[in-house]
């Protein structure tokens, strides 16, 4: 169930993306990327991406400050991205699958190795580096998030945090923003976690009905009003007071709550697809 709209001109505004509408990238390391995509001969990495940025994938263009949300998977002894700057993004990684070893700037420097239930906050800020790998022949697979800060230039800044699959079972669990726990994120957002081992009906409070709501099914099924999602689709949508969602056993769900940006590129892309439609 998608909560009632609230009070005032904000709109209910609502999608939904399927596994196979995303866009898909391969990168190999012994191709025209072999400097930026490390790794032995015949290493790739694989990327699914639920909104696009600039050479990332078709899609939507964005939601919110949401630039970039990709399910990405190194293949390869060694496979990952070199030592590469970035500035005013905040960049986080949740390991689904196997190892990530990664090397950044920040402060005086990391180096993290992070398996299945970790994940980083890498706030890039004024100016930072890191370097991405997945060392064993294991592939990784790990979501990513790019996000648009609310204030830019900031100092660069790295911090990481665990979801434990096992003990934190049937309930939405904050990963990242303001609640006790959760890693600090410098713009108005929040990423949480759900993992069942058995059916059940939950609900999500957003912070008001001017910030949206984005979920990802890792893994199981998801019914939320008319729509039933599987593995790897999602929805989003904006303008409501709640989301109510059914989860069936065994189902793994990241949520990411943020303010709303609704800039042109957004709207031209929804008024073509509504004209298509």
């Not at 001109?9 to 196979?20: D, G, I, N, P, Q």
């Not at 199981?220 to 729509?227: E, I, S, Y």
């Not at 039933?228 to 409501?240: I, P, T």
């Not at 007071?241 to 892309?269: C, N, P, S």
Request: overall charge negative.
């Amino acid at each position: 169930m998608i909560g009632s709209e609230g009070r005032g001109k904000v709109m209910t505004r609502f999608f939904v993306l399927r596994a196979h509408e995303r866009g898909h990238d391969v990168i190999r390391s012994d191709g025209a990327a072999s400097s930026y995509v490390a790794g032995h001969p015949g290493a790739f990495i694989s990327r699914e991406s639920s909104f696009n940025f600039h050479q990332y994938q078709g899609g939507r263009p964005g939601f919110g400050p949401i630039r970039v949300f990709g399910d990405e998977t190194f293949h390869g002894a060694g496979c990952g991205y070199n030592m590469h700057p970035h500035h005013n993004f905040v960049i986080c990684a949740f390991v689904l699958e196997g190892e990530l070893t990664h090397i950044n700037t920040a402060g005086e420097g990391t180096v993290d190795r992070l398996r299945q239930g970790d994940y980083y906050i890498f706030s890039a800020g004024s100016g930072g580096k890191h370097c991405e790998l997945s060392i064993s022949p294991e592939d990784m697979n790990a979501i990513y998030l790019w996000v648009l800060p609310s204030q830019l230039y900031l100092p660069p800044a790295y911090h990481r945090g665990h979801f434990d699959l096992r003990t934190r079972r049937n309930q939405i669990i904050q990963l990242v923003g303001d609640a006790d726990g959760a890693l600090p994120f410098p713009q108005d957002l929040r990423v949480s976690r759900l993992a069942t081992d058995r059916e059940g009906t939950f609900t999500y409070t957003p912070r008001s009905i001017e910030h949206g709501v984005y979920i990802f099914v890792v893994d199981g099924n998801l019914t939320c009003g008319d729509a039933v999602l599987g593995r790897r689709d999602s929805l989003g949508v904006a303008g409501v007071k709640i989301v109510e969602f059914e989860a069936a056993d065994t189902t793994d769900v990241l949520i990411v709550e943020t303010a709303m940006i609704h800039d042109e590129r957004v709207r031209a892309w929804e008024k073509e697809q509504a004209e298509v439609a």
